[in-house]
């Protein structure tokens, strides 16, 4: 039986980035942040960008992304992932996910997903609160 | 449902049916003369070829899928004609693009992925014709995103022309599709 505290993990969790997801960022000025918040009504525009390898709920080329937020890299049973994600110690929250969509294959050199990343900081906000909004939505429950 | 008219205005639907063809034969065949027989992929060096056949695998494994994709569209007793001439010759494209893409992994030295027995489909949620053309448009969509993040990755640049001359063709079919369903078939300006 599952947990309160690992229900609250995987199912507050996301609930609680999708809401807040933002990143925060070096400003131009020493000593301050910029505050980057999602939207992820806008992420599920960008979201089509990786509908090729990837959907929500199945695995394909690329593994699924429900349940994606608070997951060990290379850990969806069954997935056939290159060795260099299984390696790489990743665990997907806000922060890794930035920098892996940033540039996946600087951040996981031999990564299988052979993808330039994006560039823009708003739009991976956007993409990162998509995702986590994705998982509490009926797509992603069992 | 509406379409290009291309030129001939007494038979548009067979004017299309004419250009796409001519044009995917165009691509295809640059893309096959930019790869098969070109030594210079044998001759890269083994981080950078090791790399590319990665990036090319992933492709592959897409292609692969995309090909089962429309074999479900084409059975599923949705598609009328000509639309399901459409899709039939859009799977056509993927079969070429994943040969071309198997033997060039092969040319890399790598191991070339297989279609998978099994591919999971919504297809719980394609009732209609419209419907199908959705999830291939987006499918198509996606393609054109997945190869325009990997053609700056490539080490040989002949292989990053071949993944743009594949691109141009996802966009087509993309853009095509998208007109089949009433919508702006170029909605933008830009591909991201």
Not at chain 1, 57 to 76: E, F, K, L, M, N
Not at chain 2, 22 to 44: C, E, I, P, Y
Request: net charge positive; with cysteine.
């Amino acid at each position: 039986m599952m947990g309160w505290s690992v229900m609250r993990t995987q199912v507050l969790l996301p609930l609680v980035i999708a809401l807040t997801a933002t990143l925060f960022v070096a400003g131009s000025a020493a000593g301050t942040a910029t505050v980057i918040r999602g939207d992820a009504k806008a992420g599920e525009a960008i979201y089509s960008r990786c509908v090729a390898c990837h959907s929500l709920a199945q695995d394909r080329t690329g593994p699924r992304h429900c349940g994606v937020i608070g997951r060990r890299a290379g850990s969806v049973s069954g997935f056939g992932y290159s060795d260099a994600m299984k390696r790489s110690k990743l665990v997907w929250n806000v922060k890794t996910l930035d920098r892996f969509i940033q540039n996946p294959m600087r951040t996981v050199p031999g990564t299988a997903m052979g993808y330039a990343g994006i560039a823009d900081q708003q739009e991976r906000a956007d993409l990162i609160a998509y995702l986590a909004q994705a998982n509490s939505s009926a797509v992603c429950r069992p | 449902m509406s379409f290009l008219i291309l030129g001939n205005a007494s038979n548009p639907l067979a004017a299309r049916r004419a250009f796409l063809g001519k044009s995917g034969l165009v691509l295809s065949g640059t893309a096959v003369a930019l790869l098969a027989g070109n030594d210079a992929l044998a001759a890269q060096s083994g981080k950078s070829r090791e790399g590319d056949a990665r990036i090319l695998n992933a492709a592959l494994s897409a292609e692969l899928e995309a090909i089962a994709a429309y074999q479900v569209g084409a059975e599923s007793g949705l598609l009328q004609k000509p639309v399901l001439d459409l899709a039939v010759m859009f799977q056509g494209h993927h079969k070429e693009h994943a040969d071309l893409l198997a033997k060039t992994i092969a040319k890399l030295g790598g191991k070339a992925v297989s279609a998978k027995d099994k591919y999971v489909f919504p297809v719980e949620t394609l009732k209609t014709q419209a419907d199908v053309l959705r999830f291939a448009a987006g499918l198509e969509k996606g393609a054109v995103s997945a190869y325009l993040g990997a053609v700056p990755l490539f080490g040989n640049r002949d292989l990053a022309k071949a993944a743009a001359s594949i691109l141009g063709d996802e966009a087509m079919h993309w853009a095509i599709l998208r007109n089949a369903l009433g919508e702006s078939p170029v909605p933008s300006a830009f591909m991201s």
